[in-house]
């Protein structure tokens, strides 16, 4: 099975990524890994963080020769902001006159919550690990999974539709969408000039008040076949995996697969993507929609349209100009912590979110096709599409 794991806390020295059940011989490109970091760094309305960190995946395992050979793909990213939080952060004891408690919990964070639960005096250390900082290290784990799909033709990317009130008015074709990904430099990943300025003219808006702004990203799933994930088993439905990985991105509040959510307000008759057999000679088959409001999944299984998925972000916790809360340590009303912050990261969740949509989707893949080589993988794949192609 194809698992992925992190550690690392954000103000630590490094974070760590841990991918197993990657087949062999997967090539590894590490200019595609240290594009995705990079891409996930960008976007108006980052903080002075990003300015510190360069962020790159040092392989120290599972790849040799440039190619996966089966065992477990570790890898480390250096927190460059480590330099400043040597003292702050020791693992050792250290001098505790230097540590830097943060005694005030910050509504919609995890502060409060994780002080609770774990017995901190203070949230410093819950913050450390909740902070969207790990993020990186799924990237990194994400871009594995990444160049396991591509050689299947399977690929990822993400591009942003709302931010606070702007909105992308339009639907986004899959070949802008993938020129989005190509882009030298990043604004707020939309594909429509008119929306994004419209979105830059909401992150300018908040920069100014001390405000934050959260937004919609949306992950397409492109080159998929049909019958990846199950109806059979409830935990093994693809949207409700897809969902779990997109949900557990910090600051996700919902999740939307397709047009899931106007549906609940539209007949059946105007909602389900009716059925023809008009299929181009590069489709997997030649059943084919006339549009695509499922996100390409039917009763958790892929349809062979691209899979949509939507993920709905709150504005991030930590502002400029607090809002209330109490302190540990005299219980009396103050203003929540401050320490420095992103007003708006959609489109760095959006990059997040291919990571998890990429892994959730290799994982199936894997699982659906087997193989402890590339080539046997790629042998079943091949195969299963002639299969459905002569149905
Ligand atoms: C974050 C707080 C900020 C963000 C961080 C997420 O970090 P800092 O407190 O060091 O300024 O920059 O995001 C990242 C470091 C990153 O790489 O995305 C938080 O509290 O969630």
Redesign the pocket.
Known sequence: MLRFSTAGE??GESLVAMVSGVPAGVPVDQELISRELWR??QGYG?????R??R?GAHILSGVRHGKTIGSPIAMVLA?K?WKNWGEILPVEEGDAAKHKPVASPRPG?ADLPGSLKYDFPDARYV?ER????E??ARVAAGAIAKLLLRPLGIEVASHVIRVGKAELRRPATWEEIAALQLKESVLLNCVDPESEAAMKAEVDAVLRTGDTIGGVFEVVVHGLPPGVGTHVNWDERMDGLLAQAVMSL??VKAVEIGRGVTAAESLGSTVHDEIAYNGGEEAYTKFSREHNNAGGLEGGISNGEDVVVRGYLKP???LRRPLGSVSFATREPVKAAY????VC?VP?AGVAAEAMVALTVARLVVEKFGGDSLRELEHNFRGYCEQIKAF
């Open positions: 954000s103000h996930r760094q980052r903080g002075g963080r990003m510190i960190e962020d927190n902001d964070h913050l909740a902070s969207a900082r993020t990186a910090q600051a991030i916790s930590t320490e420095r912050s992103d990261v760095a």
